[in-house]
Nanobody, 125 residues
Framework: QVQLVESGGGLVQAGGSLRLSCTASGRTFSNYVMGWFRQAPGKEREFAVAISRSGSTTYYADSVKGRFTISRDNAKNTVYLQMNSLKPEDTAVYYC??????????????????WGQGTQVTVSS
């Protein structure tokens, strides 16, 4: 079992920045691809970004590319999401997730094994 706890959400004006953190406990953190997903009110959950086990490879959704940056610190069992130039359409609950299996697309939520409880990000216009 892996427990994931997100933090860092909040209310920010458009154009502002936030940094989310997700800390894992349980099994070896470096065994997992880590992803961030988000779900806006009335919409389906969507993929935002993911990072490889070592942190050397990242994958961004077009909607966040160039504005969001994912990173991880395996020594601290933590993955980060730096969000810059935030837009009202970024408003959502943000979830971190851990994927143990090899193969399969990183942007498919159903392939992730563990999920955090989510943290709310609200961007005002």
């Amino acid at each position: 079992q892996v427990q994931l706890v997100e933090s860092g959400g909040g209310l920010v004006q458009a154009g502002g920045s936030l940094r989310l953190s997700c800390t894992a406990s349980g099994r070896t953190f470096s065994n997992y691809v880590m992803g961030w997903f988000r779900q806006a009110p009335g919409k389906e959950r969507e993929f935002a970004v993911a990072i490889s086990r070592s942190g050397s490879t990242t994958y961004y959704a077009d909607s966040v590319k160039g504005r969001f940056t994912i990173s991880r610190d395996n020594a601290k069992n933590t993955v980060y999401l730096q969000m810059n130039s935030l837009k009202p359409e970024d408003t959502a609950v943000y979830y971190c997730a851990a994927k143990n299996s090899y193969g399969g697309s990183w942007n498919v939520g159903g392939l992730y094994d563990y999920w955090g409880q989510g943290t709310q990000v609200t961007v005002s216009s």
